[in-house]
């Protein structure tokens, strides 16, 4: 199975990384084109087989003649070849380009659209085989002389011979589209462009309700505008009886599905349903283009309106051609030129180079770019320059359709020098931002990789994302990675260290700080943090690293991998952290509130950090201020555990180590039982005091505790009570706000939420 994967995989990959780059999914992109490297690699040091599925992917049989395999490689080696510019692709297309289905086919790549596009994309690259390009682009014309695929009409303007209604024909119909605008694209016969554009965009209105249904070959397409579209797909998801079924009668089916459409050889009941209507569909009966149903019972219509990427792919394909506004065709280009005269960048950077085309609304994608010496740079079809080697040579850009027409700029890349990221060292004293490590390509970091996975602030491997603490953060660490920064020490004298990390690994690893020159190394744990997500900043320390004036390159090195670093704070001095609560205890209250109390051991913590959890990692229930001891939790509930533990922080974020663990199951009853009668307060909320109205079965006096939110204790009132009804005015002497109030008589308690105006 992994080798069916490969095989897709080298040619899904590049084309992903082509369609998706120009996007902003930038950090996916690049994994696509890594792996789709690895993948072609793959096929060549292994034996081909066309019989390896072994099942364990359930979609179908996966596996692939060995003729398919060869196809597949050439789609792959040209846009691998678009991406990387290396020679061996090249030399692939150039062997096996005449193997393609197109060359095997009467009308062009109408049942192998990715073939028939990775071609004519070929032809459209610069520094590619003159002579390959010229035979393509001769079989293409040869092909497109078919009228009957081009230049014959019907009632809807959309023209498909009727033996192609067979087996997913809105694919077929959509690749004709194409086909079509291809000779436009790639100025051919220019002399029938109009005939081309009518019967592409005739398509694409086929697809949008020009059809005998009057409906638009979309599901539940009902909120972006259509009078009527696809009510049923084919799949276990929206099948009969559930509430995805239907778009009219439920909520139906996911909107932008595209269906295989109809299908003149597999109608195999009499009855075929679409919409609301229901008719007659035997063979004979109806026009090729009314053999379709909407049923969706698990049997016969899946060969209807069954979805698929084959069928999405080419729908989406042609209709990106009608979204280039204000773009003519028609027009020839008359001139095109650089925006600069001399274009500078760094070796290891990438920089996005422009031109201007004349006439103005003539297509931009007509032109080419090309670089003189490939050693020193590379650049791809947008025009985005990659420095390889310090050096200087010439960037082209021309027309595809006319290569005398074209501008020159001299390139220069320039040798890259190490230096700080923002000029002047970082100060210590102070922050030193993860991400603003020193620049100087590869000698002031290394990553594992060559991609940035988060694609943000810099184009190096190093992954930076955005942070939930403001600016950005470096993610995605691996063992062995390191960031080297040049900082500045103003003063001799002990230094501690405070790490910002965050992580969502069960075992996030270590890392260590050290300075050159020194001997000492400070080893952080960044599973010391508790940390419970890879945005849950925590901050780490550790203390007595002794710093002379000066500047030193600090070096940052993962030993181990599983989390992020947002900053480092430098602090002239040694600091410690807030001693661990000790003792804490939870009990129930009754069967909605749980009481916690702990110890305070430490005189300088600004903060208490309540956590539970009751599977799985601790969450932060509550943040309580300094010196609070205790805590309800109001959000229990009946019949579950819940694990309970605290600790303590300083006003940097420092933290203490987690107390004592503690587990409590809230099991109805208890110890102490839920008062059976009826508890009053009124009036609630209140001025300065309220009548509290209990029938009691005996004459014991009771207790009233009044807690703030926090769980404290804020007083205490011993009631006397008398067998029977009382009512009692209790003036609780508190400052307005919300509080529990806790009625306890021996064993039995009562619990009410009070409220002072």
């Given at each position: 199975m992994f080798f069916i994967c490969n095989i897709g995989c080298r040619n899904v990959c590049p084309c992903s990384y082509r369609i998706f780059f120009p996007s902003g999914l930038k950090p996916i992109c690049r994994r696509f084109k890594i792996r789709a490297e690895k993948a072609w690699q793959w096929y060549k040091d292994n034996p081909r087989s066309a019989n390896c599925d072994d099942g364990e992917i359930k979609a179908g049989d996966a596996d692939r003649s060995l003729d398919d395999q060869d196809e597949a490689m050439v789609v792959a080696a040209v846009y691998l070849y678009a991406l990387t510019g290396k020679a061996e692709y090249n030399?692939?297309?150039?062997?096996?380009?005449?193997?393609?289905?197109?060359?095997?086919?009467?009308?062009?790549?109408?049942?192998?659209?990715?073939?028939g596009e990775a071609l004519m994309y070929y032809v459209g690259l610069s520094n590619t085989d003159p002579e390959v390009k010229s035979n393509i682009l001769n079989k293409r014309i040869d092909q497109g002389s078919s009228v009957e695929i081009y230049f014959n009409d019907d009632l809807y303007l959309s023209y498909m011979p009727s033996w192609a209604y067979w087996w997913g024909s809105n694919s077929t119909k959509n690749r004709i589209g194409i086909s079509n605008y291809d000779y436009i694209n790639y100025k051919i016969d220019s002399a029938n462009h109009d005939r081309y554009f009518n019967h592409a965009l005739g398509i694409v209105h086929y697809m949008h309700g020009v059809n005998p249904f009057a409906m638009v070959y979309l599901s539940n397409m009902y909120d972006y505008g259509a009078e009527k579209s696809l009510d049923e797909i084919y799949h276990s998801w929206f099948k009969d009886g559930t509430k995805w079924d239907n778009a009219v009668d439920s909520i139906g089916p996911a909107p932008g599905y595209i269906p295989g459409g109809p299908n003149m050889y597999d109608v195999t009941s009499q009855k075929v349903k679409v919409g609301n209507t229901v008719y007659n569909a035997n063979v004979t009966d109806q026009p090729t283009l009314k053999k379709y149903t909407e049923l969706n019972d698990g049997n016969n219509p899946w060969v209807y309106t069954e979805p698929a990427i084959y069928y999405q792919s080419p729908y989406i394909y042609l209709l990106s051609n009608f979204l280039n506004i204000g773009c003519d065709p028609a027009l020839n280009i008359e001139n095109v030129m650089i925006?600069?005269?001399t274009v500078s960048i760094t070796e290891g950077y990438d920089f996005k180079v422009t031109a201007t085309v004349y006439p103005l609304d003539y297509c931009i994608k007509f032109v080419g770019w090309q670089i003189e010496d490939t050693t020193i740079a590379s650049v791809t079809t947008g025009g985005k320059i990659t420095g390889k080697i310090a050096g200087i040579t010439r960037i082209f850009v021309q027309s595809l359709a006319d290569t005398t027409i074209k501008d020159t700029a001299v390139l220069v890349v320039l040798p890259c020098e190490r230096k700080p990221f923002h000029e002047s060292p970082a100060v210590i004293p102070g922050i030193i931002e993860t991400e603003d490590y020193d620049i100087g390509c590869n000698d002031s970091y290394s990553d594992s990789?060559?991609?940035?996975?988060?694609?943000?602030?810099?184009?190096?491997?190093?992954?930076?994302?955005?942070c939930t603490e403001g600016g950005f953060n470096v993610g995605w660490t691996s063992e062995d990675e390191w960031l080297e920064y040049t900082v500045l020490v103003n003063k001799t004298s002990d230094y501690?260290?405070?790490?910002?990390?965050?992580?969502?690994?069960?075992?996030?690893?270590k890392f260590n700080i050290s300075f050159n020159g020194k001997d000492e190394t400070l080893t952080f744990d960044a599973s010391l943090a508790g940390s419970t997500g890879w945005q849950d900043w925590k901050t780490i320390y550790q203390s007595g690293i002794n710093l002379d004036s000066g500047e030193y390159i600090m070096r940052v090195y993962m030993e181990g991998s599983g989390y992020n670093l947002n900053y480092f704070r430098v602090l002239e001095g040694n600091i410690s952290a807030p001693e661990t609560p000790t003792e804490l205890t939870a009990i129930k209250t009754n069967d909605y509130l749980a009481s916690l109390s702990w110890n305070d051991q430490s005189d300088n913590e600004t903060a208490f950090i309540v956590l539970r959890k009751t599977t799985g990692n601790f969450s932060v229930l509550k943040s309580l201020p300094a010196n609070t001891t205790q805590f309800i939790d109001s959000s229990v509930v009946i019949n579950k555990s819940y694990t309970y533990a605290v600790y303590a922080v300083d006003s940097l974020e420092i933290a203490s180590e987690r107390s004592n663990e503690v587990t409590l199951q809230i099991i109805s009853g208890g110890d102490k039982a839920y008062f059976s009668s009826t508890l009053n307060i009124y009036p609630n909320p209140f001025d300065e005091e309220f009548v509290l109205e209990f029938a009691s079965d005996e004459r014991k006096n009771g207790e009233l505790s009044f807690y703030d939110m926090t769980g404290r204790i804020i007083k205490k009132i011993e009631i006397e009570m008398i067998q029977g009804v009382n009512s009692i005015k209790i003036s609780p002497g508190l400052q307005k706000g919300v509080y529990l109030l806790k009625f306890e008589q021996g064993i039995n308690y009562h619990v009410k939420m009070i409220v002072i105006k």
């Open positions: 030399e692939s297309v150039i062997n096996n380009y005449d193997i393609t289905q197109p060359y095997d086919e009467v009308y062009w790549s109408m049942k192998s659209g990715e073939q925006e600069q005269d990789d060559a991609t940035n996975n988060g694609g943000k602030y810099r184009n190096d491997g190093v992954d930076i994302e955005s501690s260290i405070l790490s910002r990390v965050a992580s969502g690994s069960s075992a996030p690893g």
